[in-house]
């Protein structure tokens, strides 16, 4: 499967299994029996990046986070494209 599908529920950061933002794919990314039960749309997304990427610029922000929202950031971009 090369992009989500409606009603699955994907991993996008994690810190243990696979998930887009360490580059696995949507089917790897995908938990098994899960469905969604509300849409996300396109506005949520822009304001979930808006809001992580205020987090980013915090001070005193401790750098392993730092880099987790930056992943983070980066597959909300990625999951965006697809809205």
Do not use: H
């Amino acid at each position: 499967m090369s992009k989500p599908e409606q009603g699955k529920v994907y991993a996008l950061t994690s810190a243990d299994g696979p998930c887009i933002a360490k580059g696995n794919s949507w089917e790897e990314s995908c938990f098994p029996g899960t469905t969604q039960s509300t849409t996300t749309t396109y506005l949520d997304i822009c304001n979930a990046i808006k809001s992580l990427e205020k987090d980013v610029k915090a001070p005193n922000l401790d750098r392993k986070f730092e880099m987790d929202l930056v992943e983070a950031i980066a597959a909300l971009r990625k999951v965006k494209q697809y809205c």
